[in-house]
């Protein structure tokens, strides 16, 4: 998969509040601001793993995928997608916007096994 043909890059914020709220929308553009987001790496399925410097460090990971997205956090949300998926969202999509290389999760992860 080339960057151009990424899915994540389509992504708005309407996508993301459709997925979630506006005020997650909001906490997470936020977070993202404050660049808490740790070793962005790809899934083998083009999915996202971070690490987010929160009250804790917590392990995200995001697929997105038939127009779907999928999240997990070791912050164990109420809601299907926290706030730290969406910023990781961003900071992705940052990456791709700024041509920053995204390295391959290797399969031994710690991400992997947390979540
Ligand atoms: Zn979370």
């Given amino acids: 998969?080339?960057?151009s043909d990424d899915p994540f890059?389509?992504?708005t914020w309407i996508d993301l509040t459709f997925w979630t709220d506006k005020q997650t929308v909001a906490e997470?553009?936020?977070f993202f601001q404050k660049k808490k987001i740790r070793q962005l790496a790809m899934t083998r399925t083009?999915?996202?793993l971070a690490?987010?410097?929160a009250e804790e460090l917590f392990a995200?990971?995001?697929e997105?995928?038939?127009g779907d997205l999928i999240a997990e956090c070791t912050?164990?949300?109420v809601e299907a997608i926290c706030l730290h998926a969406i910023a990781v969202v961003i900071e992705y999509i940052a990456h791709l916007k700024k041509q920053i290389a995204v390295p391959a999760a290797l399969p031994n992860d710690a991400r992997f096994f947390l979540l």
């Fill in 1 to 3: 998969m080339t960057p």
């Fill in 9 to 11: 890059r389509e992504l």
């Fill in 28 to 30: 997470g553009r936020a």
């Fill in 46 to 48: 083009g999915g996202i």
């Fill in 51 to 53: 690490w987010v410097d």
């Fill in 60 to 62: 995200t990971r995001v």
């Fill in 64 to 66: 997105y995928s038939d």
């Fill in 75 to 77: 912050c164990q949300p």
